[in-house]
């Protein structure tokens, strides 16, 4: 079955620290690759998304990830971290060739970044 | 402003009760989707639909109906079936070609007494 795997499910860092967030899939064909940020009290917003090019792909507020195809991963980065990007985090896949438009999430990691 | 409502923001049922949860959205997006948010468990797909008066099984249907009868609208049933309940909800909408992000409502809190 496809899945989408985060490994890290919390992570605590301290403001100017840098961050990657794993995200691996299990699917061998082509994929539509999406992160999505729930800041507390809110609703999921896009942070960055992927479907073909360039595999670094740039979001909001200074966050990026890279799409290894080689290792069905799709991380996230940021060089800095702030305290206003403590939230939740989740990676999210579309199988493209699936027939359906069905997106399968990961289980979320909990970042907390301490002032 | 165009986007996903959800209501109401906080649901309380008593056991054994069927509840449904409002889902609309203005943004004449083709899909719309149900999941079910549990801590350390990420986003479960309950229901999608493509069209309107079509939907699709997800992952965790079981003990939860849907309708599509207008594109705008797709309320979710929970039934007395269902056997945990408890959840947070979040309705969930995008373009009908499978390539485009998700749009989210706000959630549905939904708590069994």
């Known amino acids: 079955a496809q899945s989408v795997s985060q490994h890290n499910h919390h992570v605590i860092l301290s403001e100017a620290a840098s961050l990657e967030l794993g995200c691996n899939y299990s699917y061998g064909g082509t994929v539509n690759l999406f992160w999505y940020v729930q800041y507390p009290g809110q609703h999921l917003q896009l942070l960055l998304k992927y479907f073909s090019g360039d595999p670094l792909v740039k979001g909001i507020k200074g966050f990026e990830a890279e799409f290894i195809k080689s290792k069905f991963s799709f991380n996230l980065r940021k060089p800095s971290v702030q305290w206003s990007d403590t939230a939740e985090y989740f990676c999210a896949v579309i199988p493209f060739d699936s027939g359906t438009y069905k997106y399968i999430f990961g289980t979320g990691t909990r970042l907390k970044v301490l002032a | 402003d165009g986007g996903i409502t959800q209501s109401p923001k906080y649901l309380f049922r008593k056991e054994g009760q069927n509840v449904t949860l409002s889902c609309e959205q203005n943004l004449n997006h083709d899909a719309m989707y149900w999941y079910r948010q549990d801590p350390g468990q990420g986003l479960r797909l309950i229901y999608y639909?493509?069209?309107?008066?079509?939907?699709q099984k997800g992952d965790i249907a079981e003990g939860y109906s849907v309708s599509r009868e207008k594109k705008e609208s797709f309320p979710l049933t929970v039934t007395s079936a269902q056997k945990n309940p408890t959840a947070f909800y979040l309705c969930?909408?995008?373009?009908?070609?499978?390539?485009?992000?998700?749009?989210f409502g706000d959630g549905t809190r939904l708590s069994i007494l």
């Open positions: 639909s493509q069209i309107v008066n079509d939907f």
């Open positions: 969930a909408s995008s373009r009908g070609n499978g390539n485009q992000p998700q749009h």
